[in-house]
């Protein structure tokens, strides 16, 4: 096998990430696939940190090619092509820089691709055990079926059409040369691509033992711009192509005006703001709690309490005001948050 191009192709862009990166090399280096199937490719896109010279370092040691590459800083897109450009693989695989992989994720794609059951594929997205109690709570809002995960991707059981999603996704070359890379939008742009790829016919499968562990936002504070940034995202995907705007993506925008009438119209009226905490209390204490058993950790409950109304607020948020600004104010496209962190 040794000098011989390699078959699987590992693209991540990175952006002052070193410290997630590592955990993503170690959880790459513990793969259960031969790793001399394998080349690496960290596209970084003008990181300031010790990234080169980490990555360099790791290229001395490393028991698979490790490719890498920089750019001014464009954005996860641009980088994220950057490394198509230079990928050699004929299945291509896309994991972001806070991610790890499960020791068979390689394993589990590598023969689906081998029995020629997809021609673009993607899996789900959870927590570890030595995630902080935030991450894991975050983890639950963002994959829980009740929440967002049957829209997302972490069952089988799907309420909208599945679009792979670059934090775990795969792609045949013989894909990328027929549809092309990333187009330009900050946020989105990996839906927008899985969306060409459905129009050209290929075949997407959702791969439910692919998975990856995903480190989310440290913070509520950033938390809620990066889901406020996905509500945006989300009326600048549906003016490219009405079909990426289904009546589910509408449910946390209403879900918000309906909670802020409530509580507007309970002030108006005088209602007695003890019982109007209650009201809102319960129903969203009984979720965090069932979130809590869910990932069998009490301790989660009371980020649950906040990161959980973050969660549909901020994105509610950036759905209304862009929906106002594109379909009713005729305005171009809106990025939202413009902080450079990787989302």
């Known amino acids: 096998m040794a000098g011989l191009p390699p078959i699987i192709s590992i693209i ?3 952006y002052n990430r070193v410290d997630e990166l590592k955990y993503l090399y170690n959880s790459l280096q513990e793969q259960s696939v031969d790793l001399k199937l394998l080349e690496f490719i960290v596209s970084d896109d003008g990181s300031t940190d010790s990234t080169e010279q980490t990555v360099k ?13 920089t750019q001014k800083n464009q954005g996860p897109g641009a980088a994220r ?26 394993q589990t794609i590598y023969e689906e691709y081998l029995n020629d059951s997809f021609d673009a594929c993607g899996g789900p997205d959870g927590a570890k055990d030595d995630f902080t109690t935030l991450q894991k709570a975050i983890d639950f809002a963002m994959t829980s079926f009740i929440t967002t995960g049957g829209m997302r991707g972490h069952s089988e059981k799907m309420m909208a059409k599945f679009f792979p999603r670059t934090h775990n996704m795969g ?18 742009q990996d839906i927008e691509l899985s969306n060409r790829i459905r129009k050209s016919g290929a075949r997407i499968k959702f791969l439910i033992n ?9 913070s509520i504070k950033q938390f809620f711009k990066q889901v406020f940034n996905w509500g ?31 509580v507007g119209t309970a002030i108006y009226l005088d209602f007695p703001l003890d ?4 009201l809102i209390f319960i129903p969203l204490g009984l979720l965090s709690l069932f979130g809590a058993a869910k990932k069998n950790d ?23 005001l862009n929906f106002i600004k594109r379909y009713i104010l005729n305005q171009g496209s809106w990025t939202g948050f413009k902080k450079r962190y990787y989302a």
């Open 12 to 14: 991540t862009p990175s």
């Open 57 to 69: 370092h790791w290229q001395t040691e490393s028991n698979f090619p490790i490719k890498f590459i």
């Open 81 to 106: 092509n950057h490394g198509l450009e230079n990928s050699e693989g004929e299945l291509i695989l896309f994991i972001d820089s806070d991610c790890e992989a499960h020791p068979d994720w390689i």
């Open 171 to 188: 792609i045949k070359r013989s894909v990328y040369e027929k549809v092309g890379g990333f187009g330009d939008l900050r946020h989105g």
């Open 210 to 218: 692919a998975v990856v562990y995903h480190r989310r936002r440290t």
């Open 232 to 262: 945006v995202a989300r009326i600048n995907l549906g003016k490219i192509d009405p079909s990426m705007l289904e009546p589910i993506h509408f449910l946390p925008s209403l879900a918000t005006l309906f909670g802020f009438s409530i």
């Open 275 to 278: 019982q109007l905490f209650l």
């Open 298 to 320: 009490l301790r989660i409950f009371p980020y649950l309490l906040v990161v959980i109304p973050s969660q549909i607020i901020g994105y509610g948020l950036g759905f209304i």
